[in-house]
Structures are given as structure tokens and as C-alpha cells.
């Protein structure tokens, strides 16, 4: 079973920028979507941002034009980079990972926008 470690979390001012990193303890070579979510207490998890295998990128309207998803197959590793961030940005930062044949989430990264 793959496990995903996330890091890059902490506090920030508004306008920052933070990168967040998800490592996982296989390889991502094959995977098929890489996406990351964010909960705030007592919300549903919400896409943030989903890439498939196709080359697709979805990114929700909130984050358009100041997050961004890649990866590092060589570390096997899926970062979000995050600028300009907003007070309403604050939440639990979660990745998650598909291949063919099973998927993965992270145990989740606190980001808290605040001056």
C-alpha cells in the first residue's frame, strides 16, 4: 500500500506564498490523477486542484491564476504551489494520488493565512 507524507504547511501573512509537497513512499510514474483538496472545520472537502492523466488541469475558481500543480517523478513527489494567498485560504491541505489499480490520500497539512 502507497503512503502519502505531506509537508510545506504552516502560517503565513496574506499575500504569501507556500509550497506544499506530497511524498509518496512508491513510485508515481503510472499514475493517472494527481489532486489536491482542503477541508475547513465543519465544510465538506473541496477540490482545489485535479490533473489526469490526459494532460487535463481543473483548478476551482477560487485558486485560478495563483496555485499550481506539478510533480517530481524522480522524487516522486506532488507539489502545490500556492501565491498570493488569502485569509480564505486557510484550511487542511490534502493530496490525492490515483493509479490503475488502487489510490491514496495524505494525512493532511495545516496552511493558515493570518496577519
Known amino acids: 500500500q502507497v503512503r502519502l507524507v505531506e509537508s510545506g504547511g504552516g502560517l503565513v501573512q496574506p499575500g504569501g506564498s507556500l509550497r506544499l509537497a506530497c511524498a509518496a513512499s512508491g513510485s508515481i510514474f503510472s499514475i493517472n490523477a494527481m489532486s489536491w483538496y482542503r477541508q475547513t472545520p465543519g465544510k465538506q472537502r473541496e477540490l482545489v486542484v485535479i490533473?489526469?492523466?490526459?494532460?487535463?488541469?481543473h483548478y476551482a475558481d477560487s485558486v485560478k491564476g495563483r496555485f499550481t500543480i506539478s510533480r517530481d517523478n524522480a522524487k516522486n513527489t506532488v507539489y502545490l504551489e500556492m501565491n498570493s494567498l488569502k485569509a480564505e485560504d486557510t484550511a487542511v491541505y490534502y493530496c490525492?494520488?490515483?493509479?490503475?489499480?488502487?489510490?491514496?490520500w495524505g494525512q493532511g497539512t495545516q496552511v493558515t493565512v493570518s496577519s
Open positions: 490533473t489526469t492523466s490526459g494532460g487535463t488541469t
Open positions: 490525492h494520488l490515483g493509479w490503475p489499480s488502487t489510490s491514496a
